[in-house]
């Protein structure tokens, strides 16, 4: 389960609820692994928008312009998370748990595809 939390400019964080640490991207170019580190960095790796593509259903955007993907459509647990180029594959897909208005600092959220 995870946290949303409104940063300005259409841009999110989240976070793990359980860890209390936040998605975080390792770099700026396309294939960079997606990570929770602890603590709110002041930069643009924990920055995220999320456009709707279906009824519940979302691509998280990097601010860098390239969307979560889990690598190589893993269905492992564990699975790799990366920022990739969007190319409409489900395993760039998110779905909400509990599609309350994600703009609330409350929103809670479970990722899947």
Not at 56 to 63: A, D, E, N, S
Not at 67 to 73: A, I, S
């Amino acid at each position: 389960m995870f946290k949303i939390t409104p940063c300005g400019n259409d841009t999110y964080r989240i976070r793990n609820k359980t860890t209390k640490q936040y998605l975080t991207c390792l770099n700026a170019n396309k294939g960079g692994k997606m990570i929770f580190a602890d603590g709110v960095k002041n930069d643009n790796n924990q920055l995220f928008r999320f456009e709707e593509v279906d009824h519940h259903t979302y691509v998280l955007k990097t601010v860098y312009g390239y969307v979560l993907d889990v690598e190589n459509d893993s269905k492992e647990n564990g699975a790799r998370v990366i920022q990739w180029d969007h190319d409409n594959s489900k395993n760039q897909l998110w779905r909400m748990q509990d599609p309350k208005d994600i703009t609330s600092s409350s929103s809670d959220w479970e990722g899947g595809f």
